[in-house]
């Protein structure tokens, strides 16, 4: 299983970028997908995770109301929709996967098997 994501960049605070993963297969009907991300100096954290079946997601306080998760299940395909960026958001994002995660383990790096390579997102004041 291979993860591949796109659509990091440089913006200005205020601003948007959408990134998207797109994963080779879908192992589980029931598999998760999702972002994490670290920041120069700070450890992994998680952003949003959405559940590929039922749509379901989560998200991290920090991004609540800015970032919306979406998936295409025709295309294996989920989006991270980023609006109202800040500097504090400039971070390596990296998309994750895993086909067995009960939601309590969503928000543990841990827990994920698959992991896309980072894509850099750079917010300047």
């Known amino acids: 299983v291979q993860l591949q994501a796109s659509g990091g960049g440089s913006v200005q605070a205020g601003g948007s970028l959408r990134l998207s993963c797109a994963i080779s297969e879908r192992t589980q009907w029931r598999m998760v997908m999702g972002w994490f991300r670290q920041g120069p100096g700070q450890e992994r954290e998680f952003v949003a995770a959405?559940?590929?079946?039922?749509?379901?997601?989560d998200f991290a306080d920090s991004v609540k109301g800015r970032f919306a998760i979406s998936r295409d299940t025709a295309k294996n395909t989920v989006y991270l929709q980023m609006n109202t960026l800040r500097p504090e958001d400039t971070a390596v994002y990296y998309c994750?996967?895993?086909?067995?995660?009960?939601?309590?383990?969503?928000?543990?790096?841990?827990?994920?098997?698959?992991w896309g390579q980072g894509t850099q997102v750079t917010v300047s004041s």
């Open positions: 959405i559940s590929l079946s039922g749509g379901t997601t």
């Open positions: 994750v996967a895993d086909g067995t995660l009960i939601r309590s383990s969503w928000r543990n790096a841990m827990a994920y098997d698959y």
